[in-house]
T-cell receptor, first 112, second 113 residues
Framework: DAKTTQPPSMDCAEGRAANLPCNHS???????VYWYRQIHSQGPQYIIH???NNETNEMASLIITEDRKSSTLILPHATLRDTAVYYC?????????????FGQGTILTVHP | ETGVTQTPRHLVMGMTNKKSLKCEQH?????MYWYKQSAKKPLELMFV???????ENNSVPSRFSPECPNSSHLFLHLHTLQPEDSALYLC????????????FGPGTRLTVL
């Protein structure tokens, strides 16, 4: 599976957009980009995933560069409850069950 | 609400005890997973079950014994654990699809004395 690189920590003011970057320069053509977050001592929460196109759901937007070597997760209006560890993961989806390798992620702290 | 439940949420056991962790998913998924998350470490995949068949065992010690009686239930039987096995144990499920998105339960916080 491709590796990802994320900044260890980021800060964001409440109400502002949080933009979390991720590099995945060795991603393969059939690999998806997944984003999860984990609030302290809870199970990871699925946020969004994408293959090539940008995606948006009720939680966030995912912007994937045209060469697919990097992506950005956007939380449009961050709240204090968005403080968590955010994981960017690449994986081949249905062809390889369980092959989601979690790294250290980005600790996002949202300030009042 | 994740649709994946785990019991118990907290467990304290001695090294000679035998206990079981339970996971149940209400999402109609066919694949289930056990992960381990030790303090300050990333999640580590332990086992994968696909349609009740074990398809992955990531060199997990035999003191951890999984059981998947059907696609909705997954157990992790524990015996003669070590203090270093203290961790958050997470269950997840997914369904065969192109993206195979996994959904996690809240976890069981295990402490081995």
């Amino acid at each position: 599976d491709a590796k990802t690189t994320q900044p260890p920590s980021m800060d964001c003011a409440e109400g502002r957009a949080a933009n979390l970057p991720c590099n995945h320069s060795t991603i393969s053509g059939n690999e998806y980009v997944y984003w999860y977050r984990q609030i302290h001592s809870q199970g990871p929460q699925y946020i969004i995933h994408g293959l090539k196109n940008n995606e948006t759901n009720e939680m966030a937007s995912l912007i994937i560069t045209e060469d697919r070597k990097s992506s950005t997760l956007i939380l449009p209006h961050a709240t204090l409850r968005d403080t968590a560890v955010y994981y960017c993961i690449v994986g081949a989806g249905g062809t390889s069950y369980g092959k989601l390798t979690f790294g250290q992620g980005t600790i996002l702290t949202v300030h009042p | 609400e994740t649709g994946v439940t785990q019991t118990p949420r907290h467990l304290v056991m001695g090294m000679t005890n035998k206990k079981s962790l339970k996971c149940e998913q209400h999402l109609g998924h066919n694949a289930m997973y056990w992960y381990k998350q030790s303090a300050k470490k990333p999640l580590e995949l332990m086992f994968v079950y696909n349609f009740k068949e074990q398809t992955e065992n990531n060199s997990v010690p035999s003191r951890f014994s999984p059981e998947c009686p059907n696609s909705s239930h997954l157990f992790l039987h524990l015996h003669t654990l070590q203090p270093e096995d203290s961790a958050l144990y997470l269950c997840a499920s997914s369904t065969p699809s192109a993206s195979d998105t996994q959904y996690f339960g809240p976890g069981t916080r295990l402490t081995v004395l």
